[in-house]
Nanobody, 117 residues
Framework: QVQLVESGGGLVQTGGSLRLSCAASGRADNIHTMGWFRQAPGKGRELVAVIRWISGMTSYGDSVKGRFTISKDNAKNTVYLQMNSLNAEDTAVYYC??????????WGEGTQVTVFS
């Protein structure tokens, strides 16, 4: 079992920044990918950003490109999401994910991000 603990969510004004963290513990070996999805009220879950654990290659959802940056600390089994230039459309619950070889995807409990004007 893998446990994912997210932190860093909260309230922020339009144009502001937040940094999310997600720390993996438990059977956090053979990590292939970590990243973030989000789900806004009444909408489906959408890709925010993912990062390959070995190569560091990244992929972003179109709505966050150029504003969000994903990074990782392999030694800490932690992934970060730096979110800049936030707007109301970024309001959502942000979920951390972890993919391991030969194992089902793990999800965190989610952290709320609310952007207000």
């Amino acid at each position: 079992q893998v446990q994912l603990v997210e932190s860093g969510g909260g309230l922020v004004q339009t144009g502001g920044s937040l940094r999310l963290s997600c720390a993996a513990s438990g059977r956090a070996d053979n990590i292939h990918t970590m990243g973030w999805f989000r789900q806004a009220p009444g909408k489906g879950r959408e890709l925010v950003a993912v990062i390959r654990w070995i190569s560091g290659m990244t992929s972003y959802g179109d709505s966050v490109k150029g504003r969000f940056t994903i990074s990782k600390d392999n030694a800490k089994n932690t992934v970060y999401l730096q979110m800049n230039s936030l707007n109301a459309e970024d309001t959502a619950v942000y979920y951390c994910l972890l993919d391991r070889d030969a194992a089902p995807r793990s999800w965190g409990e989610g952290t709320q991000v609310t952007v207000f004007s």
